[in-house]
């Protein structure tokens, strides 16, 4: 059966049928045969000896009529073999009870896990579509169904169907004419079961969607909380959240309306009626005895108890496909790339060749046509305006995206011929939204070699990340647990963390996005020093606004709207590009208001009409902002 593509899998990991959610729920238990067998043949032995009770209790009244020593004999008979009974079926029951609920526990465990390492082997572009929430909501709710739908469910709906046959078998020990009632009874039964089962199945999808939803809607307020503050919406979240309980809450009415109008129990409330009708004729006519009345009277009163709990085994069962369903889907979804285990592996040198590079996440595209070169060790800034593509264009070198037309190649090897664990591994990226765990620093820096590191590299790795000092501040040092998203932690704390983590991996391509942003300016020196430490010997793509991180750059590439517009040093970028010394006014504008001195300073960036050469601002060459001379670009916008 064919297996979805995915960036990650785990080796030895068990494979199950994906045909559909029934086949891929009876593929679990079938992986834990024994228990499958335990649960069974429990099962079939319990109501066996349960259904040898009213047969005795039949032949005790027989005794108790036939009254004198035999009788009395035969009653004691009884007594010893039901006490015997009750305690095998005990065993029994025990037996059954704990192979269903080994089985339970087993298909969530692996449900889960699966689930799990299918969404770590999903793409970038499947994560953007998901709403955490809802994600959630399968990973925990919908696969928890999986277990309650096997135990109490699916046992209960064997223990019915056994209990609902065996009595039958023994009636027609009794006289096989007294089958009729409860044949009757059994085929109609079942046209009831799968008339319920349809009217629910859509009642129980829209309960686990808006389930999902409503998961989906509170995380995204929880997450957001500060923005629902800040900005008084505490009432339109709360109205939100109303309104999707609310359609919870009526799915559940609905299916309560559907449960309401069970017909099986009426069914067999009928069914018992013509039985005692047909029992008392037989009778009558001397075909039967009054005790083979009892106990046909008894195994009658045996389907019961089947009756009445199919409502709800059913249901747990419907509601047990439904929540396999919405995780099947998540696990199906194809993936754009996958793991190519066979792919190019070793040391990478660094050299990254964009070849007429196009990409859009599905509309425009955002990456248009663009090549350049970058040798190993070098370091190349990508600047452009907000918007213009430059994260983009980074995230097609470790393939968290894939190029729609053209070639992305290092050390010459085309991306789609890499082993991509071998290609993530050796790139690393300093992201503008730092993620870190909530677990302690140590392990989130150790985070990139799988927490292999050893604690000297932790910390030494922290050290150059100018780190250090601030961890050692905190109360548990390297093993303090911080916040999910760092959120204990200031930005420049969380940025030098970052730092820390691609030191430790020594990667040969560093993307450093916007990497210094979230710094002070007291501690922006030392950590621009770390910064540029990190970049030695490796080949770096840098994002950034700074000055002083440009004119470290070997190569300047200026994007607009996704396309190179030009490429050079930073000095020859001013020389003869208008929309360089532009996009650098406009920095100033936006993004540092305070940072013109009145000095001329490394860091200062160009006003409008001006330009830097070696580190001194020059008034920009006449004609103003948009007029130099060379290969100019006077006519873009901004
Ligand atoms: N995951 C995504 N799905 C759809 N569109 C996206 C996604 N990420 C970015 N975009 C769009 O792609 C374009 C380029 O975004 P990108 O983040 O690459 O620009 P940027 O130059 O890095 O911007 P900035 O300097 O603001 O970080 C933008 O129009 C943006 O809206």
Redesign the pocket.
């Known amino acids: 059966m064919a297996t979805p593509r995915s960036e990650f899998t785990v080796a030895d990991q068990r494979r199950s049928d994906l045909r559909g959610p029934v086949r891929w729920i009876l593929s679990h238990p079938l992986r834990h045969r024994r228990y499958a067998a335990g649960f069974l043949l429990g099962s079939l032995i319990m109501v066996v000896l349960n259904s040898a009770i009213p047969g005795l209790t039949g032949t005790a009244f027989d005794a108790v009529v036939t009254g004198g020593d035999e009788g009395r004999r035969k009653l004691a008979g009884v007594v010893v073999a039901l006490v015997g009974l009750v305690l095998l079926r005990g065993v029994f029951d025990l037996i059954a009870r704990l192979c269903t609920e080994v089985l339970a526990k087993r298909m969530e465990r692996d449900a889960r896990e699966e689930l799990y390492t299918s969404l770590l082997g999903k793409s970038?572009?499947f994560h953007?579509r998901q709403r955490v929430g809802d994600l959630m909501a399968r990973a925990a709710n919908d696969v928890r169904q999986l277990s309650t739908m096997i135990s109490p469910g699916f046992d209960l709906i064997v223990d019915s169907m056994l209990q609902g046959l065996v009595p039958i078998v023994f009636i027609a020990l009794i006289d096989p004419r007294l089958l009729l009632a409860p044949v009757l009874f059994a085929v109609s039964f079942y046209f009831a079961i799968r008339h319920y089962m349809h009217r629910l199945s859509p009642v129980s999808t829209a309960m686990r969607d808006q389930f999902g939803n409503l998961n989906a809607g509170l995380s995204e307020a929880v997450r957001g909380i500060e923005v629902v503050k800040v900005t008084a919406q505490e009432e339109q979240e709360a109205r939100r959240f109303e309104t999707n309980a609310r359609s919870y809450r009526d799915s559940f009415v609905k299916q309560g309306m559907i449960q309401a109008r069970y017909l099986p129990t009426l069914l067999l409330a009928v069914a018992t009626g013509g039985a005692l009708l047909h029992g008392l004729v037989l009778y009558r006519a001397g075909d039967l005895s009054l005790g083979d009345l009892v106990a046909y009277l008894g195994l009658m009163g045996l389907l019961g108890f089947p009756t009445g709990i199919s409502i709800f085994s059913f249901s747990l069962v419907q509601i047990g496909i439904v929540s396999a369903r919405r995780i099947l889907t998540l696990i199906q979804e194809e993936t754009e790339l996958d793991q190519n285990t066979a792919g190019h592996q070793g040391r990478m040198r660094g050299e990254i060749v964009f070849e007429n590079v196009s990409f859009g996440?599905?509309?425009e595209p955002?990456v248009r046509d663009l090549s350049f070169r970058a040798e190993p060790g070098q370091t190349v800034a990508i600047v452009?305006?907000?918007?213009?593509?430059?994260?983009?264009?980074t995230?097609l070198v470790n393939r968290i995206y894939d190029a729609d037309q053209g070639r992305v190649l290092i050390d010459g090897v085309d991306l789609h011929d890499w082993n991509l664990d071998s290609l993530r591994s050796q790139i690393s990226t300093i992201e503008?939204d730092i993620v870190l765990f909530s677990r302690p620093i140590a392990e989130n820096i150790a985070f990139s070699l799988g927490q292999r590191a050893h604690r000297d590299d932790v910390v030494r790795a922290a050290k150059d990340a100018q780190a250090h000092s601030f961890i050692e501040e905190l109360e548990d040092g390297y093993d303090t647990v911080i916040g999910e998203r760092g959120v204990t932690l200031s930005g420049g704390q969380r940025q030098r963390l970052a730092i820390a983590r691609a030191l430790l991996t020594d990667p040969a391509v560093l993307i450093l996005?916007?990497s210094t942003s979230a710094i002070d300016s007291a501690t922006e020196d030392e950590i621009q020093q770390a910064i540029r430490r990190i970049l030695q010997g490796r080949t770096t793509l840098l994002?950034t606004h700074r000055l002083s991180q440009i004119r470290w750059a070997d190569k300047v590439l200026l994007?607009q709207r996704?396309a190179l517009v030009d490429q050079g040093t930073h000095e020859e970028l001013l020389e003869r590009c208008a929309l360089y010394r532009r996009i650098f006014a406009h920095y100033d504008e936006v993004a540092h208001p305070e940072a013109v001195p009145a000095e001329v300073g490394a860091d200062r960036i160009a006003e409008p009409g001006e330009a830097f050469t070696d580190g001194v601002l020059q008034p920009a060459p006449a004609g103003g902002p948009g007029r130099t001379a060379g290969p100019d670009h006077d006519d873009e916008e901004l």
Do not use: A, F, P, R
Request: charged share 20%.
């Open positions: 970038q572009t953007n996440y599905g509309g955002v452009g305006e907000t918007g213009s593509g430059k994260s983009t264009l995230k503008q996005d916007d994002i994007i996704g």
